[in-house]
C-alpha cells in the first residue's frame, strides 16, 4: 500500500518535484507539480465497489412515500435531460446516462424524509437563496461539493420551482 492510500482524501496533498540545473556559473531551481489534490473516498462510497441494489430495496429500506418524493426530483431532473435514469446504490439513488453515473444530485431516502443532495461549489449566493426559499437546509458538505437539503412530505411540490433552479444550476455545472 502506497502513502497516499494511507491518506485516502483525508489531508490535501500536493507533491512537488524539483530539479537543479547548472548553466555555466550560475544554477537554476526548476519546481513542477506532480501531484495535487487528489480525492478519494472510503471505500463503501466508491461507486465501482458499490453493490448495485434495486427500488424495492429502498421501499424497504425507506418507505414508498419518500421513494414517490424522489420520483418527484427524478422528473424534474428528467425535465433537463430524459437520459437520465436512476441509478439504485446501496447508499443512495443516483443517476445514469446511458449506464455511466450523473450525479449532479443524489437522493437519500430516509423513513419520513428525503434528503437531497445537489453538487455544486460552496458560494454565497447559492446558501443565500436557499436559506431564503424556505427549505430545511443542512449542513454543506465540503469533502463532495454538496449541498444537503432535507425535504419532508409535499417539500417537492411546493418548492418545485425553486428546486428546478437549483438542480438546473448544478446541471449545467457538471456539463
Known sequence: MNVIGLFNGFIPLVAIQLNALKLADNVSLVF????DAVR????????????????SYWEQRASKATMAMADEMLGIVRGLDPSLEPK??????GLARQGQPSNFVIFKPKKDWLR??????KSEEVQ??????????MDYDARWGRYRIRLSAGDEKKHSGFLKKLLTMAYEEAA
Open 32 to 35: 513542477t507539480t506532480v501531484l
Open 40 to 55: 478519494l473516498g472510503p471505500v463503501e462510497e466508491d461507486e465501482e465497489v458499490q453493490a448495485v441494489t434495486d427500488r
Open 88 to 93: 439504485y446504490n446501496k447508499f443512495y439513488v
Open 116 to 121: 437531497v443532495e445537489v453538487r455544486l461549489p
Open 128 to 137: 443565500q437563496q436557499l436559506e431564503a426559499s424556505g427549505l430545511d437546509v
